[in-house]
């Protein structure tokens, strides 16, 4: 009997008669339809959000949409430049330092060679990169500082004790130590455009 009873499934499933088709079904919510997007399309949802469709997903726009494209700009590349709209590592790294792809940092820099403007640009990057990693120093010493105030405790319980002199002292020399080199290190970069080494 059960197979008459698989047989008469079948085809009222073929008909779309049988009773899982024809079922009725209640709910709260209205029957969305369904609205296939285009790629780059963008549509606001029923509570005020903002979508936009990309290849095979779709994204909430929001406050930080435009910092992120604005993060993927190049915006001092020369008008008509196409190099950053597929940029590969060095057109990233460029964007980075001076907001344009790699074609056009050779190109400004070649005609900084040409106007003779090249060394004095060479020497203020080389300034701005020696502040940068001044910056940077200055933090590692002040982690220094504040390891050295730290109070060790040995395996026995017992509280380990640093000799040569207070913390106060050994951070006031750190500090005048790390001032008189950034002070030498920014002097001579600055007069003779060269590194301490």
């Known amino acids: ?46 509570e ?25 700009s190049f915006p001092n590349c020369k008008e008509g430049c196409k190099s950053h709209e597929n940029p590969k590592r060095n057109d990233l790294k460029m964007q980075a330092i001076h907001g344009m792809c790699f074609n056009c940092v050779i190109s400004m820099e070649h005609q900084l060679h040409i106007d003779g403007t090249y060394d004095e ?3 203020k990057k080389k300034l701005e990169n020696a502040k940068a990693w001044l910056k940077q120093a200055e933090l590692e010493k002040d982690t ?4 050295m105030k730290a109070k060790f ?11 040569g002199g207070s913390w106060e002292e050994m951070a006031e020399k750190i500090d005048n130590e790390f001032q ?18």
Do not use: C, P
């Open 153 to 163: 405790v040995n395996e026995d319980g017992s509280l380990e004790n640093w000799d």
């Open 121 to 123: 640009y060479e020497r």
């Open 1 to 46: 009997m059960s197979k008459l009873n698989n047989i008469k499934a079948v085809k009222e499933m073929i008909a779309g008669n049988h009773r899982t088709q024809t079922k009725n079904t209640v709910g709260f919510d209205e029957q969305t339809e369904y609205v296939k997007r285009e790629v780059g399309e963008s549509w606001n949802d029923d």
């Open 180 to 197: 008189m080199f950034r002070e030498n290190f920014i002097q001579k970069l600055e007069t003779t455009g060269e590194e301490i080494h």
């Open 48 to 72: 005020g959000n903002v979508w936009e469709q990309k290849k095979g997903y779709k994204v909430k726009l929001g406050k930080l949409s435009e910092l992120r494209d604005t993060m993927k």
């Open 144 to 147: 220094i500082k504040l390891a």
